[in-house]
């Protein structure tokens, strides 16, 4: 399921590209494309498994990711183009009980 959001720099489509569990946590590797093909990148999400219960399971994880993104776009762009071209990996986000974020 993809999700659209408005950034300053046009609408732009979350979706998930992939998917695995990892103690605990599921990891979701998000792709963020902007509506007129312009760009796309890619970038990782940990979410603790207690996280993904409070708000109905990984279905329902793009759409409140994508608030987050909206609100942070120009520093997770900039981290995730860096750490591909400059790391060789995705750049990896996670989120917690403990920690602020989307959840």
């Known amino acids: 399921m993809a999700v659209e959001f408005d950034t300053s720099r046009g609408r732009y489509r979350l979706s998930v590209a992939g998917q695995e569990s990892v103690c605990g946590a599921a990891s979701l590797t ?54 591909i071209r400059s790391e060789r990996r995705l750049a990896e986000f996670g989120f917690d009980p403990a920690s602020p974020g989307p959840f």
């Open 30 to 83: 998000l792709s963020a494309e902007h509506a007129g093909g312009l760009e796309k990148f890619a970038f990782r999400c940990i979410i603790a498994s207690a996280l993904l219960q409070r708000v109905g399971g990984v279905e329902a994880a793009p759409q409140r990711l994508a608030g987050w993104l909206e609100r942070q776009f120009e520093q997770i762009r900039e981290a995730a183009l860096k750490s």
